[in-house]
């Protein structure tokens, strides 16, 4: 099966857990997905909303300001026109910016990023940024044989059953629920609770989705989306050394995971200002706060 390996590194200590979670084996929980089986569907999977593709008429009419953009940076170019007296004004805006987290549902630094630091950042900026979870961090996939020779494959958790159930509670919120700030609000809510796993129907339920689409979810997929999350970390980090581990627009350097921790809003704020024309009215009145 899979296993990782301690890596050494210029690390930030303070950012590593409590323990080691490969210490000893035995410390290690075993996922479990058996949750009541509702037998009610499950709505589609999280897609963030999109904007829509500018018209070719649009493209035409600004045509003559693409000279100016620079080639490094996708930009959207929206032609605006008051209806009153029939001027045309040009509004440039590029790219959104990429918030990746890899974290742990039982992890207190991935606990306190998510109420204290990603969900007022993003209710307050959510149509400048893109988030995208993965609850999985530094979990284990294993490929175990019982006596009888019978294969099958097991998570693992550094903090043990509970916190894979938490994980996978969360990754069927992330698949089930349609809007990103719903799916960021449920699960601050969860890591406020000192028991994530447990506070997951309170959290959900209190965000008007139905506690029965996440359990359908849990029993029928739960494994399977977990898998998922484990193999879409690894693509990002092969060996995650500690959490939360925060990418901003691809950038997972150490300068950048302590400033997400310590102050997302300001880090948001400057790469918005990079990226676009306009600064954002939360972003300004922050400033001047200064």
């Known amino acids: 099966g899979h296993r990782q390996k301690k890596r050494s590194g210029d ?7 409590f323990n080691d979670p490969f210490e000893d084996r035995r410390g290690i929980g075993r996922f479990d997905n058996r949750v009541e089986d509702t037998g009610i569907r499950e709505q589609s999977s999280l ?3 999109s904007v829509r593709q500018d018209t070719h008429s649009q493209h035409r009419a600004s045509a003559d300001m693409h000279a100016d953009l620079d ?26 910016v990429q918030i990746t987290v890899i974290y742990e549902s039982y992890c207190p630094y991935s606990r306190r990023f998510m109420y204290s630091q990603l969900w007022p950042v993003y209710h307050q900026l959510k149509e ?31 903090h043990g059953v509970k916190e894979c159930q938490g994980n996978t509670i969360e990754t069927c919120v992330i698949k089930v629920v ?38 359908s979810c849990v029993a029928k997929h739960g494994q399977e989306y977990l898998l998922e999350m484990g193999e879409n ?3 990002i980090e092969p060996e995650v050394m500690r959490v939360p581990l925060v990418v901003v627009d691809g950038e997972t350097s150490n300068a950048v995971e302590v400033t997400a921790q310590k102050d ?17 009215e939360a972003c300004t009145a922050r400033r001047r706060r200064r």
């Open 47 to 49: 897609t963030d909303d």
């Open 178 to 215: 349609r809007e990103t700030l719903k799916v960021i609000k449920i699960i601050a809510c969860m890591s406020e609770d000192s028991a994530p796993d447990t506070a997951g129907k309170r959290c959900v339920t209190a965000t008007g989705v139905e506690w029965s689409l996440i359990q």
């Open 233 to 235: 970390t690894w693509k």
């Open 128 to 158: 400048y940024l893109n988030v995208t979870l993965y609850p999985f961090g530094k979990a284990q996939i294993s490929n175990d044989t019982d006596d009888d020779g019978h294969t099958a494959t097991n998570v693992y958790c550094p």
């Open 11 to 17: 690390v930030d200590e303070s950012f590593n857990e």
């Open 71 to 96: 080639d490094k940076t996708s930009s959207r170019i929206l032609l605006a026109i008051d209806k009153k007296t029939g001027n045309s004004s040009v509004h440039v805006s590029k790219a959104m």
């Open 264 to 280: 997302l809003f300001a880090l948001v704020c400057h790469r918005i200002n990079v990226d676009n024309l306009r600064e954002p």
